[in-house]
């Protein structure tokens, strides 16, 4: 069992650009939750997908959005990249809502 | 809005010391605590907590949930090097959705 996998693993965008991030779930696990990490603090809740939708938001901007697909993986999309944006963003699956395994991460640089 | 601490946010100790890390929180519909700890990328499970007064323990480990006074704490006995890493408590909450809301963490480093 590969676990949770994320892609890419790094990546360096300018700002005002547009990124895209992927993650696969654990067999067995529906639903996806993605979290930001900057340095120095304790991961933070961006959104959580289940059955293709959308089922929570934490406090973050439009600019991010998401995508699960049939297959439950998922994706995470930035626009209108900041410098503030830099960030490890970690993917965490689970069946239903409970017991999240976390990927790697992305570990996305903006300058 | 809810809200996790942790205390310390580093510590430095020698092999053999034993630690206490803290974490308070104030949330709404808690589910569960939580403690993870991360060494490079991904955050690694160790313990969930969902009642008071029972302790959790996992080799040298160990964690206790205090529901009234809203905190737990985790203890590292006889630390090795290995131990070195950023402890992380999340508290689970939510109605039919549940989320974790994570401190900032404590870094611990253990020196030979």
């Known amino acids: 069992d590969a676990g949770v996998t994320q892609s890419p693993t790094h990546l360096i965008k300018t700002r005002g650009q547009q990124v895209t991030l992927r993650c696969s779930p654990k067999s067995g696990h529906d639903t996806v939750s993605w979290y930001q990490q900057a340095l120095g603090q304790g991961p933070q809740f961006i959104f959580q997908?289940?059955?293709?939708?959308?089922?929570q938001r934490g406090n973050f901007p439009d600019r991010f959005s998401g995508h699960q697909y049939p297959n439950y993986s998922s994706e995470l999309n930035v626009n209108a990249l900041l410098l503030g944006d830099s960030a490890l963003y970690l993917c965490?699956?689970?069946?239903?809502?409970?017991?999240?395994?976390f990927g790697p991460g992305t570990r996305l640089t903006v300058l | 809005e809810d809200k996790v601490v942790q205390s310390p946010l580093s510590l430095v100790v020698h092999e053999g010391d034993t630690v206490t890390l803290n974490c308070s929180y104030e949330v709404t519909n808690f589910r569960s605590l939580l403690w993870y700890k991360q060494e490079k990328k991904a955050p690694t499970f160790l313990f969930m907590l969902t009642s008071s007064g029972i302790e959790k323990k996992s080799g040298r480990l160990s964690s206790i949930l205090d529901k009234k006074e809203l905190f737990s704490i985790l203890n590292i006995t006889a630390t090795q090097t290995g131990d070195s890493a950023v402890y992380l408590c999340a508290v689970e909450s939510g109605g039919s959705n549940y989320k974790l809301t994570f401190g900032k963490g404590t870094l611990l480093t253990v020196n030979p």
């Open positions: 997908y289940y059955e293709e939708e959308e089922r």
């Open positions: 965490a699956s689970s069946l239903r809502f409970r017991g999240l395994i």
